[in-house]
């Protein structure tokens, strides 16, 4: 599986950007997809999560603020983030697991100035 994430910039805080993550490789309808970040000097955790069966999980930081979701016709899963604050800054990776195998893409930084 390969994962290829985009959409990552330097905003202002309050503002919003699209992180998309194009998979290829295997049958992506059927992969559940998170989004990780990785704030300077930090561990790197998980952001949100969305399943096969499209159900979603979230980070207690970004709840209310961003959304997961998959078009699975574009093998693709996005994290629309708004209301953007210096804390979000960090790496932003895409991550899927198949047949017990981590895959994670190369990231894409975020960088939120107050």
């Known amino acids: 599986v390969q994962l290829q994430a985009s959409g990552g910039g330097l905003v202002q805080a309050g503002d919003s950007l699209r992180l998309s993550c194009a998979a290829s490789g295997s049958i992506f309808s059927i992969l559940a997809m998170g989004w990780y970040r990785q704030a300077p000097g930090n561990q790197r955790e998980s952001v949100a999560t969305i399943t096969s069966g499209d159900n979603t999980n979230y980070a207690d930081s970004v709840k209310g603020r961003f959304t997961i979701s998959r078009d699975n016709a574009k093998n693709t899963v996005y994290l629309q983030m708004n209301s953007l604050k210096p804390e979000d800054t960090g790496v932003y990776y895409c991550?899927?697991?198949?047949?017990?195998?981590?895959?994670w893409g190369k990231g894409t930084l975020v960088t939120v100035s107050s």
């Open positions: 991550r899927t697991v198949q047949y017990g195998i981590d895959y």
